[in-house]
């Protein structure tokens, strides 16, 4: 059995929940305790888009290529996109009033700042970077 690195209600479901693994990340319906879907992607932070309930956002900490991958949970064979960071987030949150805006804070002490990305299709721009400390 492995523990449980993360977890988060999907929004607008009062029955579904996400938790992240180290191997996978499982929807899993709180009523019954089952997994309604998943993905054999592990993430140690996730993050759910409030104006987009399908979306999910994930690191699961590669260490050769770091990135933090948007899903759709209806489709859930691969990403939609992948968000190349240069190392590990310590947190992803998704914007609550403006679709499709993604930011990160990094965990490298060469960059402690926030990054955020406008999410268009299947592809990642990055808007800015907040420089820390």
Do not use: M
């Amino acid at each position: 059995d492995e523990g449980c690195n993360s977890v988060a209600w999907v929004p607008g479901s009062g029955n579904v929940v996400t938790a992240g693994f180290t191997k996978w990340t499982r929807f899993v319906d709180v009523r019954s305790g089952e997994a309604v879907s998943y993905v054999r992607s592990g993430s140690q932070i996730l993050a759910l888009d409030p104006l987009n309930p399908s979306r999910i956002a994930t690191y699961g900490g590669e260490r050769d290529d770091p990135a933090i991958k948007v899903w759709d949970r209806r489709w859930l064979q691969e990403p939609l996109v992948l968000v190349h960071v240069p190392s590990q987030p310590k947190w992803i949150s998704w914007c609550p009033t403006r679709d499709g805006l993604l930011s990160a804070q990094l965990s490298s002490p060469e960059d402690t700042g926030v990054h955020v990305w406008l999410l268009r299709s299947n592809e990642a721009q990055r808007l800015s970077a907040i420089k820390g400390g």
